[in-house]
């Protein structure tokens, strides 16, 4: 049993989480769950490389939108079944990850220019998308509804709530193993000081890459979920900004480097957004664009300003104070 204490928490997270469809019954409400979820999975991708690794991405859009349009190409250009295409999906993500890495951190870019690389791939990425046929273009590719299990596509919203879920929590128990191995002592160490790591042995590039591979393959998960529940994509929505900006807003505003504020974080931001965006359209009468990207803006400069480990810190930091 004590092997299983530092996976209870999770596991009792996910438990909960798990029964939301049936405490919020509404088709909006598990929407929004579900959508929460996968920008939390997406998260934990970026986490993993920003959080525990320090190096701070701009474009985990490359990823998310590499594993959303290869599901959707297998399944509906090749005839594949989704299931199998799946973990061909999250390969290609993983694999974008390793050779962005490998250009990346052989080139010994870090900090402001690493970020601005990852940003300029995920624009590529995008003008690409925008243009080739197999991805529709402009107008996008869409998956047929076919609703069967068998073909990733489910009846009622909650069974996919709890896929998604399956996903998380599969995400959230594999870095909670690797937060307490080597390579999440490595990757530590990294993000503290590469010289130091360097001196002590440590594969600085290898760790390095091996945290971006993994990372794409996390995220990648993220877009062929998006893909299967919306069944919609087109350049801005798989390699838009917004999908870069909301995986590292959720880790630094719930935790960064902590297996929790991904999913913290997520549900503080799209719980704040979606009331901010009800609130005030109740009072102009109409929805009011760009309100989400000004509160997410606030709350970034609120989070960096007073919490700069984040709500989990934040929250640890008062409980000591109280003791």
Known sequence: MSGLRPY????AVLAVLAVLPAVFTS??????????LIVALAGQGWNLLGGYGGQFSFGHASFFGTGAYAIAIL?????LNPWVALPIAIGLGALVGAVIGTLAFRAR????YFALVTLAFAEVFRIVANVLPVTGGAAGILIRLNVDPLNFQF??????????????GAVMLLIRALERGRFGARLVAVRENEDAAR????????VKIAAITLSGAITASA?????QKFLYLDAMIAYGPWISVEALLAPIIGGLGTVFGPVLGAFVLHGIGEFTKTWIATLTGGALPGVDLVLFGALL???????????????????MRAA
């Open 223 to 227: 877009g062929c979920l998006y893909a």
């Open 109 to 112: 870019l870090r900090g402001s």
């Open 301 to 319: 400069i609120v989070t960096v300003g007073f919490a700069p480990r984040g709500i989990l810190g934040l929250a640890s930091r008062l409980t």
């Open 199 to 206: 001196a002590l042995g440590v594969d600085v590039l290898r």
């Open 8 to 11: 209870a928490a999770i596991l």
């Open 27 to 36: 088709g909006t409400m598990q929407n929004f769950l579900i959508f929460t």
């Open 155 to 168: 009846a009622d919203r909650a069974t996919f709530h709890r896929l998604t879920v399956a996903f998380l």
């Open 75 to 79: 399944q509906e250009r090749l005839g």
